[in-house]
């Protein structure tokens, strides 16, 4: 049995339980259906642009290791040519 009546968990609880617990709650999305994909990575990309923007301003991480990545900026190069 499948289907919107047959859940073990209800949606309304789903978005309860996803707003008590600070996440992103979209609903169902199928990849095969092609159903909220498009939502669901706008939504993720959103999430942590803001987040990483905030971490920017708190002084938590420099705004080079969102440039360039973390690892990169650590690396050092002994070579003439780099």
């Known amino acids: ?38 939502e669901l990575f706008d939504l993720l990309i959103t999430e942590v642009h803001k987040t990483q923007t905030e971490l920017v301003r708190k002084g938590v991480k420099h705004i080079e290791d969102l440039r360039y990545g973390e690892e990169e900026r650590n690396i050092t190069y002994n070579r003439c040519c780099y």
């Open 1 to 38: 049995m499948k289907g919107p009546f047959y859940r073990q968990v209800t949606i309304e609880a789903a978005q309860k339980f996803a707003k008590e617990e600070n996440l992103i709650f979209i609903g169902e999305t199928s990849s095969q259906q092609n159903m909220n994909c498009s």
